[in-house]
């Protein structure tokens, strides 16, 4: 395989020796960095008929709050990803946290839905630096084949945000209304941001080499999409992990609105079902060290392929009742929490000199066609749980065929 300037040998960088103690408290930093996009997805999903009521809109047009973070965060990857090789992971990092404090602000004013949406947009385009930059500090601290696991490990972070972002948001919303949400949101990110200065290690020194010229970045990402390793894992991968952004843009017409459960029962749901997203991920962990991520990846989607067309045809007949439809969501986005981190340490294996671009163009994949997905949930008038069931299935569906397809076409180019 030949290397492009955007690719480095792994095999020759040395990586600091920590105590275990040590590796512990730099996983929780990076995880809670990781963290801060689900809060401001789920933390304010309780919230939505009152969002509606106190903005004068429907539930579709709140549902386009979700759809637009998903765009507005895909985008900001494209943004920081240069930054973060230019001028190391924490300048970056001050920047668009201040960013995103004074958007949150700007969202808990919001007067309109139209200024609410132009806000989530900003927080969206601005937050995303704390998920490109915590991707990125995975390769920098963590030797590739650790690196699974290692992503494996942030997703458990990752996944106790939905179990108590929901249940959170619920509290604030029930004693002092939905604005306070995003204060509450910006005052959490202000600890993060005060925890970086001061306590997290600088993972990459400022490289002047790296160009921020339009020309040079988009020529940078197309030798990163060139090297067919990471194009076949985060385009298959990508597809696959669009059921976990269909499934948040579509919950709360399935729960609040077809099933007309409280915004207490949907948050425990809601906790609930991320069970299953955190469990596998874990369980990848243990799996990691005996199947090789590929492996995983192909069987697992295989999985999540059967599980979707069933839940598809399920609903199609009318036989969903809610527990099957919990159920069938169960499975899927386990299968999500398998397929992400394998796709993902998949995709950057092969990049260490420009991390951060490959990490945000990954993230820019996944983010971006996941958003335009998920925006169908909202823009398309059909029942949410069949809406829902179908674009799992074609999603998912998509994601094996492209996988199989390409290792073919590797194998007989070999």
């Known amino acids: 395989m030949d290397v492009t300037p955007s690719q480095q040998d792994s095999s020759h960088r040395t990586y600091p020796k920590r105590s275990t103690a040590q590796e512990f408290f730099l996983i929780l930093m990076i995880g809670a960095l990781n963290t801060i996009t689900p809060f401001s997805i789920d933390m304010y999903l309780p919230a939505f008929k009152r969002i509606a009521a106190d903005l004068h809109t429907d539930m579709a047009q ?6 637009i973070y998903f765009l507005g965060f895909g985008f900001g990857q494209i943004l920081y990803g240069p930054l973060l090789d230019r001028f190391g992971r924490k300048r970056p990092l001050y920047i668009g946290m201040v960013l995103y404090i004074l958007a949150s602000i700007g969202c808990a004013a919001a ?19 704390a998920s490109v930059a915590a991707m990125a500090m995975v390769l920098d601290f ?20 939905p179990m108590l972002a929901p249940s959170v948001g619920g509290v604030i919303v029930d004693i002092a209304g939905w604005r306070y949400v995003f204060y509450v949101l910006a005052a959490i990110t202000a600890l993060m941001l005060l925890i970086v200065i001061f ?16 020309k040079h970045i988009l020529s940078g990402f197309r030798d990163i999409l060139s090297e067919s390793r990471f194009s076949i894992y985060a385009l298959a991968g990508t597809f696959s992990f669009s059921g976990l952004f269909v499934y948040v843009a579509g919950s709360p017409g399935i729960f609040l609105g ?14 609930g079902l991320s069970i299953g997203f955190i469990s596998s991920s874990q369980a990848n962990y243990l799996l990691a060290k005996r199947y090789s991520t590929e492996t995983i990846f192909r069987t697992t ?37 398998l397929t992400s981190p394998n796709a993902s340490a998949t995709a950057l ?41 179908l674009i799992m299935a074609v999603s998912s569906g998509v994601a094996l065929l492209m996988l199989l397809i390409s290792r073919r076409l590797l194998i007989k180019a070999s």
């Not at 709140?62 to 759809?67: G, W």
């Not at 069938?328 to 299968?335: D, I, K, P, T, Y």
């Open 62 to 67: 709140v549902m386009l709050t979700v759809s």
């Open 111 to 129: 007067p309109s839905i139209e200024i609410l949406l132009a806000m989530r947009f900003v927080q969206a385009l601005s937050g995303c630096v």
């Open 142 to 161: 963590f030797p590739p084949e650790r690196s699974s696991r290692i992503f494996s490990s942030l997703i458990l972070i990752l996944g106790a945000s």
């Open 199 to 214: 306590f997290l290690p600088e993972g990459h020194e400022p490289d002047s080499s790296v160009s921020l010229l339009p």
């Open 258 to 271: 077809e099933y007309h459960v409280s915004p207490h029962t949907y948050s425990l749901i809601f906790a």
């Open 301 to 337: 989607l295989m999985v999540q392929v059967v599980a979707s067309i069933l839940f598809f045809i399920t609903v199609l007949s009318g036989a969903a009742t809610m527990p099957i439809v919990l159920g069938f969501l169960f499975v899927v986005l386990s299968c999500a929490g």
């Open 349 to 389: 294996s092969s990049f260490t000199r420009n991390a951060g671009s490959a990490s945000a163009l990954l993230g820019f994949i996944q983010i971006g066609i996941g958003g335009i997905i998920s925006a169908g949930v909202g823009a398309i008038q059909m029942q949410s749980t069949l809406l829902v069931s």
